[in-house]
């Protein structure tokens, strides 16, 4: 359990502009042992092993609390359908919140009335991360297949976070679906080996922490469930966000264990991938973005590394457009890039380890990417999340807005504990500044995402 019901907001600057700001804080407390024992593939598996419960709040610009959501007349730690982490949290073009939590998707208003609550429509399991409230109306649901055979064989297993189901909000039924697993390469490996076993975004395992994963290691494994491994009913793809662009009515999703930004059309085709070269192989290595200094040149790379100011995205969380600053062939994509296994490895010293907020500049004619604006390298150690978190902007104020939201973290790997809670991070930036207009630090939380609400 965290040590107090809310986290202590601290804040460090507002400028007058940004005043009148209120921010949703989509945070979790404690996971109860109670909440863990459901498993969909033998021996772990399914979104409800990670039952966080909810702390979701609203905050102005002093750090006061203008709003919470008390949960409990809708969520049951000790229920399969109506338990599972808070996720997802978007405010509606008619001001709701639409959100997900284990095999459900919901909106309420802010007084509490509820206008849906269903459970996952039939063969999807498993909501988590993503619930996009698309301009057409519908919303993208993050979910999985609850009965996946493999081809060839008698085998079935329920997937790990790599399907996109598009439902009509009036109905709930399925519109349309994006089965990543037969979209993408699901056994491409060089991310899974580079990744840090020990925060595998919430699924956790104290006793891996600082350890890679070999091929050798990943050959071995032949159990099915929420652990890190090639192929469907594994945890391959760990997709966090999904943005319907409907300009050209297709998807943008972020794969954390891809480390890869990916946008994929109503046909099911993959237009273009955001992410090191590394590993992907043909059709998909066609497909790759190139990156370009800003007069449009291709900036020399070798490997995962390119000259100049370009990084790729490591094990990101959010890949959204920016509507307002994009047009036609030229897009502009917001991430926040956390930066484990960045450059495919891992550093000498895990206080090396920096994440940051990027802007891209993506032309979808030519092909190319081109890095415009990156905050948090500069910060180090003390801002890095190492999951979680968000990069977003926003129109009203011309802004981006970023969350750190397991920034400051300390962790006691012998105990399994926290001898230093996370200390989120809000941080607000005038459009491509190199400082923020605002930044107000929530300590004593552990952070999901936020946003600035209306």
């Known amino acids: 359990r965290f040590p107090q019901p809310f986290f202590d907001a601290k804040v460090k600057k507002v400028d007058p502009e940004f005043a009148d700001r209120l921010y949703l804080i989509n945070n979790f407390q404690g ?61 509606n073009d008619d001001g709701q919140i639409s959100f997900g939590y284990g095999q459900r998707y919901a909106k309420i208003d802010l007084m509490g009335r509820t206008i849906f609550n269903r459970i996952l429509p039939d063969n999807y399991n498993d909501f988590s991360h993503s619930m996009d409230n698309s301009p057409n109306g519908n919303y993208f649901l993050r979910v999985a297949s609850s009965n996946y055979k493999f081809p060839n064989s008698d085998k079935h297993v329920r997937t790990v976070r790599d399907v996109i189901a598009e439902v009509n909000p009036a109905t709930g039924n399925v519109v349309d679906e994006w089965r990543l697993f037969d979209i993408l390469d699901p056994y491409r490996d060089t991310v899974l080996k580079a990744l840090d076993q020990g925060a595998v975004c919430l699924n956790i395992d104290a006793a891996k922490a600082g350890e890679t994963m070999s091929a050798e290691d990943l050959a071995k494994i032949h159990t099915f469930g929420d652990i890190l491994g090639t192929g469907p009913g594994r945890n391959w793809a760990h997709v966090n966000s999904v943005d319907h662009d ?79 600053k994009s047009k036609g062939d030229i897009l502009y994509l917001s991430i926040f890039d956390n930066g484990d296994a960045r450059g495919m490895e891992q550093p000498a010293l895990p206080e090396m380890k920096y994440s940051r907020a990027v802007v891209y500049k993506v032309d979808q004619k030519k092909m190319t990417v081109e890095q415009v604006w990156e905050y948090g390298k500069e910060r180090g150690h003390a801002w890095y999340s190492p999951v979680t978190s968000l990069t977003e902007y926003y129109g009203d104020k011309d802004s981006i807005m970023v969350y750190s939201a397991t920034a400051g973290a300390e962790f006691d790997w012998k105990t399994f504990s926290y001898t230093k809670f996370p200390s989120p991070v809000i941080d607000e930036f005038k459009w491509l500044a190199k400082e923020p207009s605002v930044e107000i630090i929530l300590h004593g939380a552990e952070g999901y995402q936020a946003f600035p609400f209306d």
């Open 31 to 91: 996971k109860s042992s109670k909440g863990t024992r459901v498993s969909w593939n033998n021996p772990e598996g399914g979104a409800l092993e990670w039952n966080f419960e909810p702390q979701v709040a609203v905050i102005d610009t002093t750090g006061e609390i203008r709003w919470f959501m008390d949960a409990s007349s809708i969520y049951d730690i000790n229920s399969i359908w109506n338990a599972g982490c808070f996720m997802g949290f978007r405010q």
């Open 246 to 324: 409907a300009e050209d009515d297709s998807i943008i999703i972020s794969s954390r264990h891809q480390s890869a930004a990916i946008k994929i059309g109503r046909d099911k085709e993959v237009k273009w991938i955001l992410s090191s070269p590394v590993g992907w192989k043909s059709p998909w290595r066609e497909k790759m973005l190139t990156p370009v200094d800003h007069l449009g040149n291709p900036l020399k790379c070798e490997g995962s590394t390119c000259e100049g100011d370009f990084d790729y995205p490591w094990t990101q969380h959010t890949a959204f457009k920016i509507d307002s």
